[in-house]
Nanobody, 118 residues
Framework: QVQLVESGGGLVQAGGSLRLSCAASGRTFNTYTMGWFRQAPGKGREFVAE????????YSEDSVKGRFTISRDNAKNTVYLQMNSLKPEDTAVYYC???????????WGQGTQVTVSS
């Protein structure tokens, strides 16, 4: 079992930055692919980025690429999402997730709110 706790959300003006953190506990952290998802009001949950145990990462094809950076510190069992040049459309609840051994996102955090004002 894996427990995930996000932090770092908040209110920021357009153009600002935030860094989200996701602390993992439970089974061996460094073998999991970890991801960030987000859900804006009235919309479905969408993929933002993921990072494999090797450090290789993948980003959503939308406008987050080039502005957001995912990273992980296996020694601290933590994954990060650095968000720069934030836009009002980035406003959402951001969720951290971990894949199980089948490669399915099976473990989820409670989410952290990010609000970007114009």
């Amino acid at each position: 079992q894996v427990q995930l706790v996000e932090s770092g959300g908040g209110l920021v003006q357009a153009g600002g930055s935030l860094r989200l953190s996701c602390a993992a506990s439970g089974r061996t952290f460094n073998t999991y692919t970890m991801g960030w998802f987000r859900q804006a009001p009235g919309k479905g949950r969408e993929f933002v980025a993921e990072i494999r145990w090797s450090g290789d990462s993948t980003y959503s094809e939308d406008s987050v690429k080039g502005r957001f950076t995912i990273s992980r510190d296996n020694a601290k069992n933590t994954v990060y999402l650095q968000m720069n040049s934030l836009k009002p459309e980035d406003t959402a609840v951001y969720y951290c997730a971990a894949q199980n051994w089948k490669g399915v996102y099976d473990y989820w955090g409670q989410g952290t709110q990010v609000t970007v004002s114009s």
